[in-house]
């Protein structure tokens, strides 16, 4: 069997994707939890209660993006700092650190660019300044 993972993909054994599977499982766990869903609270909120208001929508914005911005940093540096201390207790290991720390990287990326979408702050149509 071992014979075939090294024929398909020859990077990688069988026993490495398993870590390849537990790094893509914590990345959107990771971005999700840091979060909070606010930004579906802050659409839900500016719908419901802040029409035709655009200094009450501003200030609002502004209040859920620094606060998710604050929850994220707060969360990639835990994952940076406690990063051995996952590897060893994931995979009895401390090489896969690095690791950690790159998919931390991609949940606080990917968590900036959901929060920056162009559709989520103006709608289905993202507004060019041109």
């Given at each position: 069997?071992?014979?075939?993972?090294?024929?398909k993909?020859?990077?990688?054994?069988?026993?490495?994707?398993?870590?390849?599977?537990?790094?893509?499982?914590?990345?959107?766990?990771?971005?999700?939890l840091?979060?909070?869903?606010?930004?579906?609270?802050?659409?839900?909120?500016?719908?419901?209660?802040?029409?035709?208001?655009?200094?009450?929508?501003?200030?609002?914005?502004?209040?859920?993006?620094?606060?998710?911005?604050?929850?994220?940093?707060i969360?990639?540096?835990?994952?940076?700092?406690?990063?051995?201390?996952?590897?060893?207790?994931?995979?009895?290991?401390?090489?896969?650190?690095?690791?950690?720390?790159?998919?931390?990287?991609?949940?606080?990326?990917?968590?900036?660019?959901?929060?920056?979408?162009?559709?989520?702050?103006?709608?289905?149509?993202?507004?060019?300044?041109?």
């Amino acid at each position: 069997m071992e014979r075939l993972y090294r024929r398909k993909d020859r990077s990688s054994a069988p026993s490495d994707l398993g870590v390849l599977s537990i790094l893509s499982f914590l990345a959107p766990t990771v971005s999700l939890l840091t979060s909070l869903a606010l930004q579906t609270a802050m659409t839900k909120y500016m719908a419901e209660n802040v029409q035709n208001k655009p200094e009450t929508a501003a200030a609002v914005q502004k209040t859920v993006i620094t606060s998710v911005l604050i929850f994220s940093a707060i969360g990639f540096a835990m994952i940076a700092y406690f990063s051995e201390t996952l590897s060893q207790y994931f995979w009895n290991n401390t090489i896969y650190a690095p690791l950690i720390l790159f998919m931390c990287i991609y949940a606080f990326l990917s968590g900036l660019t959901s929060l920056y979408n162009p559709k989520r702050l103006y709608g289905s149509q993202p507004q060019h300044p041109w």
